[in-house]
DNA sequence: ATTAAAGTGTGATCTATATCACAAAAAAAT
DNA sequence: ATTTTTTTGTGATATAGATCACACTTTAAT
């Protein structure tokens, strides 16, 4: 796709016109990353405004030893930066590509320079922010009330909202995640989800395939999730 | 306090000149609250954003049977307000009044068009909003990767941060904040928030008082909140 | 194709923390 | 000042989920 093409179609530019969108281009770069490469680390600056273009990437924290926590994954159209690059503040996740992906990037200056003519992506970009807020709130809520399964029912439900697509067989999520990936973003351990799985399994809420998932009682799911919450 | 001088030493405004700041006193209003008084609810519309002039205020989400997470504490010259304000979207926390408060309150529409005409107030927004952000994103990860002890001991940090008061008999918080609260705080139960209390003052790290709480070691409370993360 | 590596399912423990149940202490109400 | 209510400490117990260990399966590498 090109460049220009993408740009318009990204939620945080919307308000643009086409010359400012080609501003946006010609101050732009692009890159691609392969799956599981390092985007940005923790301790890096926070030079650039990043766009996801293709793919998924993961944000996420790690504990010790190997422990890691997924905090949100985003796709196509999303941004993402050190939050530095907003607060000025550093310590913040690591970006991991989570699928063969390519972002459009701004630098920092650029994009300081962007908000102050166009009060409109600011208030987008707060708009964002806010919603980021409110879920991760709410995961905080999650972790605190909610058992096991309850847990994983949540991590599920995000994941249907985010790129679920709904088939007559039910709704597929076809991104290959690993029972890992999954307890890391439940915040369990690969072995109580791999459970709880089957619980769900057994129950028929869900279908287990190669490398899909396949939510079949979607009801059954949610009410799993919201039974303290 | 004044209003003009309150508003004056809000972060938020700090880049407006006096004739600004005289326009947002005129179409701001203020209210108090007493102790516990509800200030809005999860349902409720963002109509308002609220800056804090007094007291301190609780944000938090509840779950069945009085089960409540204390999602944070803001102090005043902070604001908020249901996040509805910003995206449109519903169902956010609770706002409870932590001990008696006032606060300045400009409505949505005032609000909204003030950013408009003032891109660095908008600035300071994402930038606040990304600072919540990576908090929220921090405590899920301390959730996820610590024990009760830990988790006790990032509360009382993010307490010491916020509020502590630095004297020769350690650092004093004087929020009188029952267990109950610490545990809400903490994601724990009232029990396990006593033990682990009790532990720290074996260990010398705290004193308890009738009202506050000393911090006698911040050392070694840095050292459990870091165990693992 | 065969071997190697990575990921998954599942049983058997073990343990931290929730839960339950009071008594003691402190605060609020009369 | 007494009584009532709320909050706190602390023991005893139960249990969900972590941890450990290993066979089995799938995917990747040669």
Redesign the interface.
């Known amino acids: 796709m090109e460049r220009s093409d993408f740009l318009k179609s990204v939620p945080l530019f919307s308000d643009l016109n086409r010359e400012e969108l080609r501003q946006i281009e010609s101050i732009s770069g692009e890159k691609r990353y392969r799956k599981n490469e390092i985007i940005f680390h923790a301790e890096d600056l926070g030079a650039y405004l990043f766009i996801l273009k293709e793919g998924s990437v993961k ?1 996420s ?1 790690q ?2 030893e190997g ?1 890691e ?1 997924i ?1 949100r994954i985003l796709y196509p159209k999303e941004f993402f930066g050190d ?1 530095a690059l ?4 550093h ?3 690591t970006v991991t590509a989570f699928e063969d992906s390519k972002a459009v990037l701004i630098n920092r200056e650029d994009f ?1 320079n962007l ?2 003519k166009h ?1 409109e992506v ?2 987008k ?10 879920k ?6 999650s ?3 909610l058992d096991a399964h309850g847990k994983v029912a949540r991590s599920l439900l995000d994941l249907i909202q985010e790129q679920g697509k709904k088939t007559e067989e039910g709704i597929v999520i076809d991104l290959k995640l690993r029972r890992e990936e999954l307890s890391d973003l439940a ?1 369990l351990t690969r072995e109580t989800t791999t459970r709880v799985l089957k619980d769900f399994e057994t129950a028929g809420a869900i279908r287990r395939e190669r490398k899909r998932l396949i939510i079949l009682r979607e009801d059954i799911i949610k009410r799993e999730a919201e039974k ?2």
């Open positions: 944000i924290l504990g010790r422990r926590v905090l939050m907003l607060d000025g503040y310590r913040s996740a300081l908000i102050g009060p600011a208030l970009i707060m708009s964002i922010l806010s919603k980021r807020l409110r991760a709130d709410e995961r905080i809520a972790l605190v009330f915040g303290s919450l």
